[in-house]
Structure formats: structure tokens, C-alpha cells
């Protein structure tokens, strides 16, 4: 922190407002998770002064935009990045110091770093460090009232906006999020491998080191075993606390599926037993202790051995998954709910909560309550009333409708931008979330859908598209490390059609069994293929509930990864799902007119 002064930071303004800076009070971050990252995040706060995150996956246009916006004179970035940034160094007039990490470089790798114009400082993030005096820079601790971060969001519409986070939202959520979960002080070992730039590990890391905990940094693709990596993270670290996106617990599942599908027969059996046991035992309150010992131990082996609290948020769970990991592990995993505007944390669902698809109930800093939408139907064709008793599955409710909230965790607004906030922040305090929740009997939030995902068809009846894709990615024949599935309707269509990333080892499998010979590329093109897909969809929509609208009757499978990179999938990892249909336009072109009769 000491050292930011030399470079002419100054700490932010007591009283924090979205109008733009003046001064020079932020610290810009675009780096991958990795100790440096929080070093320098805690070091920008000792001085007052603000944090601005980056995604590491974003562009430079995004570095451009941020330095711009927030007058930033000093940005942290890995070694590898600093040769995009000089490239662009004109247009970004303000910038005077890049402070680079090696993080993820090998020692015997050669980063070369380019020429840096003058009045450009180009330093290592150790001596960066190590040029402080703290002597005659001593600590400035910010008021609570003051700007932490401005955190763009990932951008799954438009440009990403700031959110304007106060020492006051990180600090109430912290506390509430720890009295909610029950950390143990001093005694959890947490793993951070998720993005910084994303406020579900930011804030949880931050709290990590607020509670005592041990925090240990992976690389996402060092989580489980590999040809470059042949002792995992989880094997490595065993953490005792986990966070992950839905997708995360997804590929986990259906890892541990995978092998023990190449078990034998009497071994797939026993594994089998040994699960239904076991569920069946922790809906009633106990464990088994005899398929604990010969059975779960080993797959437990596989985060670690020790895991005893897992998180999931960033988007719904699917029910399946939630099920599978509490079983296969024997961790408790619990869904939370929460916006980059609320500071991430706004629901957490109690540890002894065993119910899926609960978000949970409210934390003590947050106001949450729910506002009817007429115009919006569920597939029953009865709209999202605040009085409804009864939900769409017959259960007793208190209410339906869009999710809002305010508290002492809401963010102030988006930086810079008073229109974009007038849309969603309202003078009564409260923010407009844009999903569609209902109170059950308890009190916990359970998050039905989100406005825009919810889709009308020719015949005037609604599709969730979010909640199908949740509910098909269960689907053996999907890819979730590659992307997974797209579903898609519109006011054309009579029914929804799908574009997925197919497995190919299963796929394989599949045609081997089913004598459909051929190389792969062959395989995708068959007939057989497309209704064997579509069957094994139509039983995951069956299994999950969907209406018979919601079947998809045609998939293109695209073999194109999705990523960050080509835009498909936000910084966060969730669907674009206008750019995969832009992208792939010649085969949703071919694929669509099947959905309308």
C-alpha cells in the first residue's frame, strides 16, 4: 500500500458517490486469481484507496475502457499482458505504472518485455512491494462510507457496468455471510481458483482472511488430476471449504461418473447400492457408515478427502447435481443467491437444509420482498402474483414475483453512468433484480426464472430457457467443459430447438454400442444420433419436471468450444446466448424451422 503513494495515488473521498473521479484514487487489476491479487487488493484498501477489477479473460478494450473511466494511474497485471497494454498505451493517457506478477509463468520461461515510453514505469510486482515506506507512508484506512471497488460486471448484455461497492457493503456482507454458513475460525482451508473479478470470490476470499482461514490458489485447470498437472488441487491442498459455479459441480459429477462407468460391472453395482443407500439415509437424518467406509471414501479422495462445506452460486443448481455431490462426497452443498450489486451475498440456504432449488433465506443485512408481474406467465398459465398461495407444483407459497432487495449490501449505483442506474435502483431504495423468486412455507427464497429468460412461443405459452438448459445439461451426451447447451424459442416457433456441445468420448461409446459406425465427424451426422439425443433430452426434461412445451425437438451439435475468448461465455463462464446463435448462424438456420409445424 505504501508504495502507491510515490506513484501519486491519493485515497478515495469519504463520502462515496457514482460521480467519475477527479483524482487519481484507484488501483486497476488485471490479473488471473493469485495471491498478488489480494496482496494488492489489501494493500490499495490500507491507503483508502479503490480497487477497479478487470477480467484477466477480457480484451484490451475492456483495460481501455476502465482506465479511461476511473482517472487510474497504476494498474497490476500478469507479465504476460504487459506487451497489450504498451500496444495500447496512447490510448490510455493517464496510465504511468504497470506493476506485473509472473503468476502461472514457469521459472525457466522468457517473458520478454517490451520498450516502455517515457513516463512510462514498468517494475516486478516483489520490488514494487518491496520500494514501500511505510514509515512515511503510514496506513490511511478508509471511512465505511468510502469507495472499495468498482467492479465491472462480465457483460452478458452491452457494455459491462462498474458497480459501486463501499467498505460498508464488503464489511456488512462479510459478517452476515459468516454468521449464515459457520466458519470455523482458524480451522477451514478454503481453495481459490474462481475469478477475483468476480464478487462471489472476491468477497468470500476476502472473508476467508477476515475469519482466519488458510486460503490456498490453483489454477481452475489444475483442480483434479491431469497430464500436466498429476496431483490435483483438491488432492494437494484438501480444502475444507469450496466455492463453485454451478458448471464446476457439473463437470465434477459427471467426472465421477465417467469412471466409475469404466468400473466393472459388480463395482458399478456397488456403487449404485451403496448411493440410493445413502441418499435415502441423509433424507432421513443419518449416514452409512458401511458404504462410507468401502465406497465413499474413495470418491470423497477426489476434492481432497476433507471437503465439509461447498458453495454454490453464480446461477441456479440443478437439482440432480445438488443431490449427486451431497450423496458422493458427503460435504454439505448449499446454493446462495446474489448480484454483483448486492455485493454477492443476499440468500444463503441453511447447512441442514437437504431441499434443492432453495436459494435460501434472506441474510441480516438484506431486505428482500417480492413484486407481482401480471404480464408474465408461468407454464401454467397463471402470472407471478405477490399474493399467490400456491405455486405452479401445488406447494404452499407466500407470493411470486420479480425479486427486489435493499440493505446495507446494495451497491450505490453504477460509476459513472445515473441513467443505467435509474433503470434498476429505485428512490425507494429498492433494486430491481429481473428474477422471478417465490417465498416457500419457511421463508427461503427459491428463484423460479429470470424475466428475459422466460420466452412465448407461437401458441402464447412461456419457456424458461435458463431453467431447460440447467435441466438438460444433465444430458450424457453434453459437454459442459466445452460449452454445453443453448436452448432457444421465439414468437415463430411452436417448439424450442437447442444448439449443445456434444461429448465425444460418450458419443463414441454410444455408437459403439449402438452399431453406428464411422470417424466422429461421421457419427454427428447421423440420424441415429440426433433422435438418440433428442430422446435422452426428452427423459431429462421428464425427469425435471419441464412442460411438454419445453421439449426440444431438434439439436445442432456444434464442436466449437465456448469460451470467454470467442465470446460465447461472459468472463464469468455463463451463456451468451445471443452470440453462440450469431456465431453458429448456419446451423441454428438449419436447425430452427424444425421447431415450427
Known amino acids: 500500500g505504501a508504495a502507491l503513494r510515490p506513484e501519486g495515488l491519493v485515497s478515495a473521498p469519504e463520502k462515496c458517490t457514482l460521480d467519475k473521479f477527479t483524482t487519481p484514487c484507484s488501483l486497476a487489476i488485471f490479473e488471473n486469481t493469485c495471491p498478488e491479487w489480494m496482496i494488492a487488493a489489501q494493500g490499495a484498501f490500507s491507503q483508502g484507496v479503490v480497487v477497479t477489477t478487470i477480467y484477466a479473460t477480457l480484451g484490451m478494450d475492456a483495460v481501455i475502457d476502465s482506465v479511461r473511466d476511473g482517472v487510474i494511474t497504476a494498474i497490476v497485471c500478469n507479465k504476460r499482458s504487459v506487451g497489450g497494454i504498451m500496444s495500447k498505451i496512447k490510448d490510455m493517457p493517464t496510465l504511468k505504472t504497470i506493476i506485473y506478477t509472473s503468476d502461472l509463468i514457469a521459472q525457466d520461461e522468457t517473458v520478454d518485455l517490451p520498450a516502455s515510453p517515457d513516463g512510462v514505469k514498468v517494475i516486478s510486482f516483489e520490488d514494487f512491494v518491496s520500494g514501500g515506506d511505510t514509515a512515511k507512508y503510514a496506513p490511511t484506512p478508509p471511512s465505511k462510507d468510502s469507495c472499495a471497488v468498482i467492479m465491472y460486471t462480465s457483460g452478458s448484455t452491452g457494455k459491462p457496468k462498474g458497480v459501486v461497492l463501499t467498505h460498508s457493503n464488503l464489511v456488512s456482507t462479510i459478517e452476515a455471510g459468516a454468521r449464515a454458513i459457520g466458519i470455523k475460525d482458524g480451522q477451514d482451508v478454503y481453495l481459490a481458483y474462481l475469478p477475483l473479478a468476480h464478487i462471489m470470490e472476491m468477497v468470500f476470499e476476502f472473508g476467508c482472511f477476515a475469519w482466519g482461514c488458510t486460503v490456498c490458489y490453483a489454477d481452475p485447470k489444475s483442480l483434479t488430476a491431469t497430464g500436466s498437472y498429476p496431483k490435483g488441487a483438491l488432492e494437494t491442498y484438501s480444502p475444507t471449504l469450496m466455492v463453485g459455479v454451478p458448471k464446476i459441480w457439473d463437470v465434477i459429477k459427471k467426472g465421477v461418473q465417467a469412471k466409475v462407468a469404466k468400473s466393472s460391472p459388480v463395482a458399478q453395482f456397488l456403487v449404485n447400492t451403496a448411493f440410493q443407500a445413502r441418499r435415502f439415509a441423509n433424507e432421513h437424518g443419518y449416514d452409512t457408515p458401511l458404504f462410507k467406509a468401502l465406497v465413499f471414501k474413495k470418491l470423497k479422495a477426489a476434492v481432497g478427502g476433507k471437503l465439509r462445506l461447498a458453495l454454490s452460486g453464480g446461477g441456479p443448481l440443478n437439482e440432480e447435481v445438488q443431490i449427486f455431490v451431497r450423496t458422493a462426497f458427503g460435504c454439505t452443498l448449499i446454493q446462495g443467491y446474489g448480484l454483483t450489486e448486492s455485493c454477492g451475498g443476499s440468500c444463503v440456504q441453511r447447512t441442514d437444509d437437504l431441499r434443492p432449488l432453495i436459494a435460501g433465506a434472506p441474510l441480516a443485512h438484506i431486505e428482500v420482498k417480492l413484486e407481482s408481474c401480471p404480464d408474465i406467465n408461468d407454464k401454467?398459465?397463471?402470472?407471478?402474483?405477490?399474493?399467490?398461495?400456491?405455486?405452479?407444483?401445488?406447494?404452499?407459497?407466500?407470493?411470486?414475483?420479480?425479486?427486489?432487495?435493499?440493505?446495507?449490501?446494495?451497491?450505490?449505483?453504477?460509476?459513472?453512468?445515473?441513467?443505467?442506474?435509474?433503470?434498476?435502483?429505485?428512490?425507494?431504495?429498492?433494486?430491481?433484480?429481473?428474477?422471478?423468486?417465490?417465498?416457500?412455507?419457511?421463508?427461503?427464497?427459491?428463484?423460479?426464472?429470470?424475466?428475459?429468460?422466460?420466452v412465448k412461443l407461437k401458441g402464447g405459452e412461456y419457456i424458461a430457457t435458463e431453467k431447460m438448459e440447467m435441466s438438460y445439461g444433465n444430458s450424457k451426451f453434453v459437454d459442459p467443459m466445452s460449452g454445453g447447451i443453448c436452448c432457444y424459442g421465439d414468437g415463430d416457433m411452436d417448439r424450442p430447438i437447442a444448439l449443445m456441445t456434444p461429448s465425444k468420448p460418450y458419443i463414441m461409446s454410444w455408437a459403439k454400442e449402438n452399431g453406428v459406425a464411422g470417424a466422429y465427424e461421421e457419427v454427428l451426422k447421423s440420424d441415429e444420433l440426433q433422435k438418440a439425443i433428442v430422446a435422452d433430452l426428452a427423459n431429462e426434461n421428464k425427469k425435471a419436471g419441464l412442460s411438454h412445451i419445453e421439449k426440444i425437438v431438434a439439436v445442432a451439435l456444434i464442436t466449437e468450444a465456448w469460451t470467454p475468448e470467442n465470446g460465447c461465455l461472459t468472463a464469468a463462464n455463463k451463456l451468451q446466448r445471443r452470440v453462440v446463435i450469431d456465431k453458429f448462424e448456419k446451423e441454428f438456420n438449419a436447425t430452427k424451422p424444425k421447431g415450427i409445424f
Open 380 to 454: 401454467a398459465g397463471m402470472a407471478y402474483l405477490s399474493t399467490d398461495t400456491r405455486d405452479v407444483e401445488g406447494n404452499k407459497i407466500h407470493g411470486r414475483g420479480e425479486v427486489v432487495m435493499k440493505g446495507n449490501g446494495m451497491a450505490l449505483g453504477y460509476y459513472g453512468a445515473p441513467e443505467k442506474t435509474a433503470e434498476v435502483f429505485r428512490p425507494d431504495g429498492f433494486f430491481e433484480t429481473g428474477d422471478i423468486g417465490q417465498f416457500m412455507e419457511d421463508g427461503s427464497l427459491r428463484i423460479v426464472d429470470r424475466k428475459k429468460n422466460l
